[in-house]
């Protein structure tokens, strides 16, 4: 399977018997378990809705024992120059590294290197920017896991931007989004101005651990949960075309619009 030039690309992974299936949810890191039809729907729907703004999908199915394999953002980085290999900063997630790598690999995304113990970085703390990179030094993402990364892409040409997350946020891809090559929607007043130094910022009150969160797609469109109302309202003010999905059965476990999807190119 070889990506199709120019077509933007994202990795998604259908949930499955592991995601419906929690009897631990506090190993798994999820609040409830989901329901299988209303997730399933709701998954299908985002991918109808990626697809139909422009944008191609490959949907992987479920990694057998990780229901969070769903959350298809955090095993990998991907950037021009091919992906660079995460390490989970939650146990229950190890073995969706390699997993995602085989993907990757078999789809022609030529690996750059991995991160290495004691290091962790998830990919919802990697946010790249043009040539920024803004990394989040969270409860999965640790300082030596940042060190790592920094210099990885630092190598790279990126101009590295790292800030830690505080709660309610297990990434900073929780408070922030680019939604746009200069624009970027974010929480107030969680990071410096200076962090924000080249870009516009459509700002929003902190209202939950998905506040800043969403899929943004090619011309200026954008999907977010339909819940959150701020992001909806603010970015359709600035000009915005907003796809708002129920992602509920999603939100149970604990991800965000964005956490759903892997960018590929």
Same mark, same amino acid.
């Given at each position: 399977m070889n990506l199709e030039p120019h077509l933007p690309t /994202?990795?998604?992974? &259908?949930?499955g018997p592991a995601y419906f299936g929690v009897t631990d949810l506090h190993v798994h890191? @999820? %609040?409830?378990? &989901? =329901?299988?039809?209303? &997730?399933?729907?709701?998954? =299908?729907? /985002?991918? #109808?809705?990626?697809e139909q703004a422009g944008t191609k999908v490959i949907n992987l199915e479920e990694l057998p024992g990780h229901p969070n394999s769903v959350f298809t953002k955090d095993p990998a980085v991907c950037t021009p120059q091919g992906y660079i290999q995460l390490r989970m900063g939650l146990l229950s997630r190890e073995g969706e590294e390699p997993w995602m790598a085989e993907k990757l690999d078999r789809i022609g995304v030529p690996c750059i290197k991995a991160i290495e113990a004691p290091g962790t970085v998830e990919g919802g703390d990697v946010i790249l920017a043009e040539k920024v990179a803004f990394i989040g030094q969270s409860s999965r993402t640790n300082a030596e896991g940042v060190r790592q990364i920094s210099h /990885? @892409? *630092?190598g790279m040409g990126y101009e590295i931007r790292a800030a830690?997350?505080?709660?309610p946020f @297990?990434?900073?891809?929780?408070?922030? %989004?680019l939604v746009s090559p200069d624009t970027i929607l974010c929480v107030r007043d969680l990071f410096q101005e200076s962090f924000f130094k080249g870009f516009q910022r459509i700002e929003l009150p902190p209202a939950g651990f998905i506040s800043g969160n969403v899929i943004p797609l090619s011309n200026r469109q954008v999907i977010a949960d339909q819940a959150n109302l701020p992001a909806i309202t603010a970015?359709?003010? #600035?000009?915005?075309?907003v796809y708002p999905l129920d992602l509920t059965e999603f939100v149970k476990g %604990? *991800? *965000?619009?964005?956490? @759903?999807i892997l960018q590929v190119k």
């Open positions: /994202l990795i998604t992974c &259908a949930p890191h @999820l %609040t409830q378990v &989901a =329901d299988k039809h209303r &997730a399933s729907e709701q998954h =299908d729907s /985002l991918i #109808q809705t990626i /990885l @892409l *630092g830690v997350v505080h709660s @297990l990434h900073i891809g929780g408070s922030m %989004t970015l359709r003010q #600035q000009g915005f075309k %604990t *991800g *965000g619009p964005s956490c @759903l």
